[in-house]
T-cell receptor, first 114, second 114 residues
């Protein structure tokens, strides 16, 4: 089963608006990561947040992690048309066979209209 | 520039034929991964390798095989036993399989089997 589930599945906004995407997961995690994928391309890493962190920033990106609710959110502020892409969360569990394995959610398709 | 190269970008095969997808990295990463992406289903892990001459099955290994004879290379063979091989295949690598570090992805190979 998918460890990460994203919400919404699709998001359409105007340039300049903020975009928020949510991710939920089922079991305890070591860390959670967000990736971006442009159409027909590979994924690009955006932010990694560890289980003992609550919030992390990178430029216009802000990621929060709530381990009690098993959820994370990605906020993109002042969006641009170039932010149009699919965004995926991916989580890694603890120890054993979880080492090095990421489980991906189904992604949120973000469309930013100019 | 360091990175991951997947080739070819597009691949067409007849049903019943085996096909091998290439993945090469010059990042000096220990761990390498193969994911399959279908529309609306996110990424699913096929096989992964934490070190040369070692690999493990992921969540959907049936009908696939891999080898890891060199650190730089992790080819994936899609065999005729794979029931639905048409998909977008993504290769990724990671610095140290135990490390908390992100995946680096190639730009994928789109395989179409008719």
């Amino acid at each position: 089963s998918q460890q990460g589930e994203e919400d919404p599945q699709a998001l359409s906004i105007q340039e300049g608006e903020n975009a928020t995407m949510n991710c939920s997961y089922k079991t305890s995690i070591n860390n959670l990561q967000w990736y971006r994928q442009n159409s027909g391309r590979g994924l690009v890493h955006l932010i990694l947040i560890r289980s003992n962190e609550r919030e992390k920033h990178s430029g216009r990106l802000r990621v929060t992690l709530d381990t009690s609710k098993k959820s994370s959110s990605l906020l993109i502020t002042a969006s641009r048309a170039a932010d149009t892409a699919s965004y995926f969360c991916a989580s890694r569990g603890f120890g054993g066979t979880s080492y090095g394995k990421l489980t991906f959610g189904q992604g949120t398709i973000l469309t930013v209209h100019p | 520039d360091g990175g991951i190269t997947q080739s070819p970008k597009y691949l067409f095969r007849k049903e019943g034929q085996n096909v091998t997808l290439s993945c090469e990295q010059n990042l000096n990463h220990d761990a390498m991964y193969w994911y399959r992406q279908d529309p609306g289903q996110g990424l699913r892990l096929i096989y992964y390798s934490q070190i040369v001459n070692d690999f493990q099955k992921g969540d959907i290994a049936e009908g696939y095989s891999v080898s890891r004879e060199k650190k730089e290379s992790f080819p994936l063979t899609v065999t005729s036993a794979q029931k639905n091989p048409t998909a977008f295949y993504l290769c990724a690598s990671k610095e140290g399989w135990r490390r908390v570090s992100p995946l680096h992805f190639g730009n994928g190979t789109r395989l179409t089997v008719t």
